[in-house]
T-cell receptor, first 113, second 110 residues
Framework: DTGVSQNPRHKITKRGQNVTFRCDPI?????LYWYRQTLGQGPEFLTY????????KSRLLSDRFSAERPKGSFSTLEIQRTEQGDSAMYLC???????????FGSGTRLTVV | KQEVTQIPAALSVPEGENLVLNCSFT??????LQWFRQDPGKGLTSLLL?????REQTSGRLNASLDKSSGRSTLYIAASQPGDSATYLC?????????FGTGTRLTVIP
């Protein structure tokens, strides 16, 4: 068990560019979650996968955001045409189910300039 | 929609003091409650998980309690140390999601 791994740790991009983040969950966890956290706030839910199926999406997830989890393993979160308001920490978590705790990764810090 | 509130927003204490962080939530239909620690610019580290049927959990100098009927949880930290300085986040579990408070920023002064 190596924990939840997120890459890259930091990403600086110009406004209008596309970015993609990767999350590798704990291998035996079938649930994977993406959250976004801005300064001074708690994390906000973006989307949730059970195995490869994306079962829930927040209204925060605009049409510029897309997430995938091919084969129920790692997941990617893509942001197209980035805006300065997208600057935040993007956190990934995995879990064995709602009765179990969540394990978070170290996050990807996105800065849009 | 579940709302989670943490009080105080910030707390500064001298080293060695015992302290209590508070968390309240509006919907008592939760599966469990989890306390996390977050260091600046880092991810979340799980401290304690309390199932909805439990009243408390302990780990080392940390003790968390849960009163589901009143929608409250407390995190007790004994004999605080400078290394405890961080933001502490409370989160409650719904069916498919964690709902977070905005955290308590703790500073322990040597």
């Amino acid at each position: 068990d190596t924990g939840v791994s997120q890459n890259p740790r930091h990403k600086i991009t110009k406004r209008g560019q596309n970015v993609t983040f990767r999350c590798d969950p704990i291998s035996e966890h079938n649930r994977l979650y993406w959250y976004r956290q801005t300064l001074g706030q708690g994390p906000e839910f973006l989307t949730y996968f059970q195995n490869e199926a994306q079962l829930e999406k927040s209204r925060l997830l605009s049409d510029r955001f897309s997430a995938e989890r091919p084969k129920g393993s790692f997941s990617t979160l893509e942001i197209q045409r980035t805006e300065q308001g997208d600057s935040a920490m993007y956190l990934c978590a995995s879990s064995q189910g709602h009765l179990y705790g969540y394990t978070f990764g170290s996050g990807t810090r996105l800065t849009v300039v | 929609k579940q709302e989670v509130t943490q009080i105080p927003a910030a707390l500064s204490v001298p080293e060695g003091e015992n302290l209590v962080l508070n968390c309240s939530f509006t919907d008592s239909a939760i599966y469990n409650l989890q306390w996390f620690r977050q260091d600046p610019g880092k991810g979340l580290t799980s401290l304690l998980l309390i199932q909805s049927s439990q009243r408390e959990q302990t780990s080392g100098r940390l003790n968390a309690s849960l009163d589901k009927s009143s929608g409250r949880s407390t995190l007790y930290i004994a004999a605080s140390q400078p290394g405890d300085s961080a933001t502490y986040l409370c989160a409650v579990t719904g069916a498919n999601n964690l709902f977070f408070g905005t955290g308590t920023r703790l500073t322990v002064i040597p």
